[in-house]
């Protein structure tokens, strides 16, 4: 026969919960409670909250479709680029003696790096077709118009921006594939009038091809160009969020028929 156990002193003994007394909290709801009180602690101090909701919740013009997802779809396409870029840009050397080398480590020896390394040279291909069909999408919408002519004139300015960090992430690898067609490129900007050979001479570097231009496409296309292009996403989708997207042609039309038959 097993004696009882002695009861617990006073000071260890758990307070009994009277009726009606909530629960204690599970380690789940507690968490969650941390986590608000966190974001409260800081939305009290940075009154980001606002800014937040000036971005959810906005008005759209009536009919979106799919087409207006292409911008959304070219600026996460640019955050893929970016993050396998910057895990690229740990393996490789951006020198005439080792640039093939380190492509050739990267693409046959590092873990995943065929992987990621294919994700950025398709990424690049996808990205430049995302954003010329979100440029057709806002030609033919008339969505650079008044008041969105701003918005369109940086648009034009991030497509020349991408063609030119896919001109200059092209001669990377510096095969022969990749020099010769950035040496054709880079003469058939030099056909230019009046600043054509200036910029010619400013992408090689010089006269001609060497290591000097293999550095200067390297910062071109990791460092200028991807903060370039960073900051015009921020000045479009703000003027984006400010002025708002334009309804399709035909919603517009089927407005205007019922404005003309009242």
């Given at each position: ?8 002193p ?7 919960r ?12 507690q968490?969650?409670?941390?986590g ?8 009290e101090r940075?009154?980001?909250?606002g ?13 979106n479709?799919?087409f207006?997802t292409?911008g ?6 640019f ?12 393996y490789y050397?951006p ?5 093939y ?9 590092v873990f995943?790096g065929?992987?990621v ?8 291909t ?9 440029m057709a ?6 969505a650079?118009k008044?008041?969105r002519e701003l ?18 992430g092209?001669l ?30 400013f ?7 060497g290591?000097?231009t ?5 910062a ?27 309804a ?13 038959r009242?």
């Amino acid at each position: 026969m097993r004696l009882p156990a002695p009861p617990l002193p006073r000071a260890l003994r758990r307070p009994a919960r009277r009726p009606g007394e909530d629960k204690p909290a599970k380690p789940v709801e507690q968490l969650g409670q941390a986590g608000i009180g966190a974001v409260d602690w800081i939305d009290e101090r940075t009154s980001v909250s606002g800014g937040l909701r000036w971005v959810m919740f906005r008005k759209t013009p009536y009919g979106n479709n799919w087409f207006y997802t292409l911008g959304s779809a070219t600026m996460f396409a640019f955050l893929s680029q970016a993050v396998t870029g910057v895990f690229l840009a740990m393996y490789y050397d951006p020198s005439v003696t080792n640039a093939y080398e380190s492509t050739r480590h990267i693409t046959n020896e590092v873990f995943l790096g065929e992987f990621v390394r294919g994700m950025h040279k398709w990424g690049s291909t996808v990205m430049m077709i995302l954003i010329f069909l979100h440029m057709a999408r806002t030609f033919f919408f008339g969505a650079y118009k008044y008041p969105r002519e701003l918005t369109w004139i940086i648009g034009v300015v991030l497509l020349v921006l991408t063609a030119l960090m896919s001109l200059t992430g092209y001669l990377l690898p510096f095969d022969q594939r990749s020099y010769w067609a950035t040496v054709v490129a880079v003469n058939i900007n030099g056909t230019g009038p009046i600043v054509g050979p200036y910029l010619a001479d400013f992408l090689r570097g010089g006269a001609e091809f060497g290591a000097t231009t293999l550095s200067r496409f390297y910062a071109i296309h990791m460092l200028l160009t991807p903060g370039a292009i960073a900051a015009l996403i921020g000045a479009h989708l703000y003027l984006v969020m400010r002025l708002g997207t334009t309804a399709p042609p035909w919603i517009r039309a089927e407005r205007l028929r019922d404005d003309q038959r009242v």
